[in-house]
């Protein structure tokens, strides 16, 4: 069992970024080195940034008490999570799927990872839905038909303060890149901001350049 990290940020001021979609190493040591608050590794089959397992053991034991090392997880079983968490030292699990509360609630208890409650926001609805959710942060993200994440769609950021009520720490995520992040913090006002095609040269392969503009673009952003 992973255990859950003791400080909120691995040193890390303002503004949180979490780089998600990291399939190699060399990407998730240059997040790091450039500030990135976590490194997401997706365990979805059917997405283009799936990480393998293998990799992701790799990726944890070099950046274990660096970053926060976040699991994304869409419908999968709890037994399946518990196993990869060990296995990969996670610190946060995303769940993207259909899972209910008290399964988020079984999986923060049986990893000791803190939770992420992820939503694709189709309208308001989508954001009053994640208030049932008492997991560590919400995650509101852009919705394509057919896909879980990394869709390169923003979302309406204005319904975040209009309709979003939850205490619970908000991630922000969904078509973000270097020139528009900025407008999406101040429309939504986030713990985090979540980070995967905006910064790629192709789906799971990062762009270096990239990386640096959009960490650039959110360092020292007020919120």
Not at 4 to 30: M, N
Not at 80 to 93: H, K, P, Q
Not at 209 to 219: G, I, K, P, S
């Amino acid at each position: 069992m992973a255990s859950a990290p003791t400080r909120d940020t691995w040193g890390v001021d303002g503004l949180r970024t979490k780089i998600c979609g990291v399939t190699r190493l060399a990407d998730a040591l240059l997040a790091a080195e450039l500030g990135a608050w976590a490194v997401g590794m997706v365990f979805y089959p059917a997405s283009p940034r799936r990480c393998t397992v293998t990799e992701a053991e790799t990726i944890g034991a070099a950046l274990r008490r660096r970053v926060e090392l976040a699991g994304v997880f869409v419908n999968a079983t709890l037994e399946e999570i518990t196993r990869i968490s060990e296995r990969a030292g996670l610190t946060l699990v995303q769940l993207h799927g259909d899972e209910g509360p008290a399964f988020c609630a079984e999986v923060a208890r049986r990893t000791g990872a803190r939770t992420i409650k992820a939503a694709a926001v189709r309208g308001a609805f989508s954001i009053r839905g994640l208030e049932r959710f008492h997991t560590d942060f919400h995650l509101l993200d852009g919705a394509a038909a057919g896909k879980r994440g990394g869709t390169g769609e923003a979302f309406d950021w204005t319904l975040v303060s209009a309709v979003r009520r939850s205490p619970v720490r908000l991630i922000v995520g969904g078509g973000l890149d270097a020139g528009n992040v900025r407008a999406a913090i101040a429309a939504t006002h986030p713990y985090a901001v979540d980070v995967a095609s905006g910064v790629e040269s192709s789906p799971g392969i990062k762009d270096a350049q990239r990386m640096r503009d959009f960490l650039e673009a959110t360092r020292a952003v007020a919120v």
